[in-house]
Structures are given as C-alpha cells and as structure tokens.
C-alpha cells in the first residue's frame, strides 16, 4: 500500500487529478502544447493556402469570365433587344439557323479567313527567319530582341492609325513609294483584296516580334550536341536549319500556328480603326467576324443574334483547338517512334 501510495501522482492544484494520456503518455506541458499547435497551424496553412492564392483568380474568372459566356449562351436562345435586355423571347435556335443563311455572317467568316491567312503565314516565316538569325551570337542581341518586341508593346489604335496615313490615297507613303516605280494611287480601303492586305500587315507588323522570341527561346533549347554532329557530317548551316532545327521547332511552330489563329479569328481593333467604322467598307470588304459581331449588338441592337455570333465563333476555336490536340498527338507520336 505505501508503495502504490508513492507511485500515484499527486493532485493538481484544487484537488482534480491530471488526466492520464493515452498509451500512459505523460500530460503535455505547456511548451509542448504550444509547438503542436503551430505545427497543426503549419499543416493547414501549407494545405489550404494554396487555394486561397489562386482563389482571386477563378473569382475574377467566374465574375468576368464565365458568367458572361453562359448568358451569353443563354441569350443566343431567345430574342433579345438592347433596350430592353431583361425583356427576352424564347426562340430556341432560330438565331443560330439564321446564321445559315446570312450572306453577311459567311462573308465576314471569309474576310476573316482571307486575312488570317494572308497574315498568319508570311508572319510566322519571318519570325522564325529572324529567330535563326538572332540565334547566332550577335553583338547588341539583347537590343535587337528588345526592339522586336518593340511592336507588340505598341498599341493597336496608334499602330493601326499610323498605318491607315501609310495607305492614304493621295498622301500615304505607300502610293508615293509605288509611285516610284509608275503605278498609279490605289485606294486601299475601297478594294477588296487591298483592304485586306492592307489590314494584314499591321497584325504582321505588330505580332512577327513576339512570334520571334518564341520561336528564339525554343531554339536555344535545342542541344548544341545535334548541330556538332551535323556540323562534323558536313551538313552546311541551310542543312541544319532544315533538318535540326525545324523537326525540334515543330511543337512549337504548331503552338504559335493555333494561337495565331485564335487571334485571327478575334480580329477586331485592326480593321475597326482602319476603316470608318464597323461595316469594314462600303461593300465590306473587310468585315472580320468580330466587326459584324459588334454591329449586330451595338448597331442593330440585336443582341439575340449576336450573342449567337458570338458563341459560333467560340465553337470555331474550340474546332481549332481540337485540331491542335489532334495534331500535338501525331506529332508527340511520331518524335516517340524516332526517339525509339
């Protein structure tokens, strides 16, 4: 008995005994307690802050982003009016059938192919023309690739409004330098083919620079170890630039082909600020999918319509998108086959 009297632990201050811990642990001390509490503050901080810094975004996202895409949708059903937008008609798809059969919708989806086109293919060989070259090491290099991204940085409205002087009829630099050479002042913005050429080459101006970095920071990860050995098989610079350095830029010549048609096929300040206004042209010759889209809400105060317009071009990138998933497969296959 007095050796169970002297193995007991003795009461607390007031007269209750300290609970036993489990397993016969000894109670925490108050040092203890403390460290454990930090560690379990430790534990949700490192689970749960990440969400909490990423959470403005898809906040933004929802608010900004896809609120306005689903009521958009929403609003392609029904037959909506600018100036009673809470006033809607439920006319399910008629405003995307509709779309069938407008001339003026099938023309602006030409323009805007015509101008992608005229501007995505001569853009994207000369950036990776002048990647190449920036790529060799050069004296200034970091001048010149600041300098091309100089027109990126630009804006779009004093881009596009120095290059409508450049085409100026009687005063534009263009028909003076034409000139030169016997030909007559063209009016550019009055012609079909003009106009559109006109428009591509301010987005060629303002995205061959940003096209070019890409395009040089892929090169540079190429292993220098390829262009030695080719180097030592007396293949010429042309040689490896065909046969080392396209097959390596292949992922990434996809990846600015996709993005620069999604681009494309958003085309909107260029040919607003060239013309005098959304029509693009008095026959519009130039009306991108993004000027008619404009129109139809803001002009014609339809947004039914456009909001149907709106949503055909997103199903067009989301066809350009799978495009690009199908084709990064067949080209991720075809590198593993090689590799193998």
Same mark, same amino acid.
């Given at each position: ?50 969400? /909490?810094? %990423? !959470? ?6 929802? $608010?900004? &982003? @896809?609120?306005? *895409? #689903?009521?958009?949708g ?41 101008? /992608?086109? %005229? !501007? ?6 000369? $950036?990776? &023309? @002048?990647?190449? *070259? #920036? ?15 100089t ?45 559109k ?89 130039y ?17 039914g ?11 067009l ?23 193998a």
């Amino acid at each position: 008995m007095a050796t169970e009297q002297h193995s007991a632990a003795p009461p607390a201050k007031g007269g209750a005994a300290p609970r036993p811990q489990r397993g016969g642990e000894p109670p925490l001390t108050p040092e203890e307690k403390k460290l454990r509490r930090r560690s379990l503050r430790y534990r949700l901080d490192t689970k749960f802050s990440p969400y /909490g810094f %990423i !959470a403005p975004f898809f906040l933004f996202f929802a $608010a900004f &982003g @896809l609120f306005p *895409l #689903l009521f958009t949708g929403w609003a392609s059903l029904h037959r909506v009016s600018l100036h009673s937008p809470t006033d809607m008609e439920w006319v399910g798809f008629y405003n995307f059938t509709r779309l069938l059969g407008d001339e003026f919708f099938w023309n602006a989806l030409w323009n805007t192919f015509i101008i /992608g086109v %005229i !501007a995505t293919v001569p853009q994207l060989l000369m $950036a990776l &023309g @002048l990647a190449h *070259l #920036l790529n060799y090491k050069l004296r200034n290099s970091m001048m010149f690739r600041v300098a091309m991204l100089t027109p990126y940085a630009t804006s779009v409205a004093a881009a596009t409004l120095v290059f409508a002087m450049l085409y100026g009829r009687d005063y534009g630099m263009i028909n003076w330098f034409l000139g030169l050479f016997g030909v007559d002042n063209i009016e550019w913005e009055a012609g079909s083919w003009t106009a559109k050429i006109a428009v591509s080459t301010i987005v060629i101006w303002r995205w061959t620079g940003y096209n070019t970095l890409i395009y040089l920071a892929a090169m540079q990860a190429v292993p220098k170890d390829l262009y030695e050995s080719a180097s030592i098989d007396g293949a010429s610079r042309w040689q490896q630039f065909i046969h080392v350095t396209i097959p390596a830029l292949r992922p990434t010549i996809l990846f600015t082909v996709v993005v620069s048609t999604i681009g494309a096929t958003q085309l909107f300040g260029e040919p607003l600020l060239f013309g005098s206004g959304t029509s693009g042209g008095a026959d519009n010759q130039y009306q991108t999918l993004g000027l008619y889209l404009y129109e139809m809400g803001w002009t014609n105060f339809n947004l039914g319509r456009a909001s149907a317009i709106a949503w055909s071009m997103f199903l067009l990138l989301i066809i350009i998108g799978l495009v690009y998933w199908f084709f990064a497969r067949l080209i991720g296959r075809s590198t593993g086959s090689k590799g193998a």
